[in-house]
């Protein structure tokens, strides 16, 4: 467990980054959809409250609000967000093959920030980029480093949920005892124009595995007992339409169920 001495470290390089584009907790990311999902959800609960009853039905079955699906707030909100510390200009031709990349006034020259783009025979010939996506990757140098607690990994993955589709960033593990530069790599999604990247965008997510995770094995079994089912499936429907729905609730039913099955 981490304590208030055993922190998790990023230094940059470049003067100034570390205070105009710092490195962010998750959980502090402002994401203006969310609001607009939430009254959209309080006016949704409003008209239920009027609904004749035998419409009821089919109007709480129809209706789905992202902010509200546990599995995504809690992947928005852990681990650190990487942001982009220079602006950078992106420039394709719709053949998923010419890329060019050009940094605006740096803020320093060197190796310290760099934007770089890898070869197509690095990764496609072996692993298909996306159909959406040029076929060479960028590269971010962004300057920063880390000193992290050597029981912890970090899981890369993507800015998801966050309305920039114009890159998404390839899934990965970075081990900081063998490599604690934090570099970001994107796949571009825009085949052809001009986008400026600006500072400030978010460009990757660290979130913090243990280092000795430990993966169970898997058994695939077919669910005899009904009533667990139904109660389950019962408990969601009811946990999506609830406005005042309690998530220690959801997690004390399901570790009931959870124990009958061991």
């Known amino acids: 467990m981490f304590s208030k001495k055993n922190k998790i470290k990023f230094y940059n390089r470049i003067p100034s980054i570390a205070e105009t584009y710092p490195i962010i907790e998750a959980k502090n990311v402002k994401r203006p959809w969310l609001e607009k999902n939430g009254k959209d959800l309080g006016e949704f609960l409003d008209n239920v409250k009027k609904c004749p009853i035998s419409k009821l039905r089919d109007v709480v079955g129809n209706s789905a609000f992202i902010s509200r699906c546990p599995g995504i707030r809690q992947f928005m909100n852990t681990g650190y967000i990487i942001t982009n510390p220079v602006d950078f200009y992106v420039e394709t031709y719709g053949d998923r093959s010419r890329i060019e990349v050009a940094a605006i006034n740096p803020p320093v020259e060197g190796d310290k920030f760099k934007v770089s783009v890898h070869p197509e025979s690095q990764m496609d010939p072996y692993s298909a980029m996306p159909l959406n996506s040029v076929k060479k990757a960028l590269k971010i140098t962004t300057g920063w480093n880390m ?13 998801y949920y966050n309305n920039e589709p114009r890159f998404t960033s390839p899934s990965g593990i970075l081990d900081p005892l063998i490599s604690n530069q934090v570099n970001v790599f994107l796949y571009w999604n825009v085949l052809e124009g001009r986008e400026l990247v600006k500072a400030g965008t978010p460009i990757a997510q660290y979130i913090p595995i243990p280092r000795n995770l430990i993966q169970p094995e898997i058994e695939c079994l077919y669910m005899e007992d009904q009533y667990l089912f139904d109660a389950a499936r019962n408990l969601m429907h009811n946990y999506r339409t609830d406005a005042g729905r309690d998530n220690g609730s959801m997690r004390e039913f399901f570790s009931k169920i959870f124990k009958k099955f061991y």
Not at 149 to 157: A, E, G, I, Q, S
């Open 147 to 159: 000193v992290c607690p050597k029981d912890y990994l970090f899981l890369v993955t993507s800015v």
